[in-house]
């Protein structure tokens, strides 16, 4: 295979890889985008291997990260709708002051509407680290699974 391809293939699978860290780009979903890329244009049993496993990967990670994240707001008693909220001030946040903003509004959006709904400081506060360590836990289970591809991905390129 032609190494500026497979060079092209591992900058845009880095990328992903900084999506699915950063969460602003659907990062493991451009991960597996390239390793699929990759294999259809490598062909073979090989590189077709490497995809199904990208992509069981790929899936298994996106329902355990929704259903880990989901279980801890739901112990933690944080509603979507306080989600929602964070997630719109984030938004703003984002565009008010870029980059930065983003953290800095979904804090505050979930920190506000807890406040609104419980109406005690510390329980806010609590609520919004539950939201904190939810969207860590995402992070950390969209990025492996995206890891997982990615070495995948590697281990084509070596066997192919």
């Known amino acids: 295979m032609n ?3 497979e060079l092209l293939v591992g900058l845009v699978i880095l990328v992903g890889l900084f999506g699915a860290v950063t969460q602003i780009i659907p990062g493991s979903i451009i991960v597996l985008v390239a390793v699929g890329v990759w294999s259809a244009v490598t062909g073979g049993v090989a590189a077709w291997v490497v ?3 990208g992509l069981v990967a790929v899936v298994v990670a996106a329902i355990i990260k929704y259903v880990l994240a989901g279980r801890h707001l739901k112990n933690a008693e944080v509603p979507g709708s306080t989600l929602v909220v964070g997630g719109v ?3 703003v946040g984002f565009f008010v002051v870029p980059v930065v903003g983003l953290p800095i509004g979904f804090v505050g959006g979930v920190y506000l509407a807890e406040l609104s709904r419980r109406h005690d400081q510390r329980l806010a506060w609590t609520s919004t680290k539950a939201a904190l360590a939810a969207t860590g836990i995402t992070i950390v289970v969209e990025l492996a699974g995206a890891l ?5 991905w590697v281990v084509g390129l070596l066997v192919t």
């Open 3 to 5: 190494g500026l391809f």
């Open 51 to 53: 995809f199904g496993v």
């Open 89 to 91: 001030l984030g938004i």
């Open 148 to 152: 997982v591809a990615t070495g995948a």
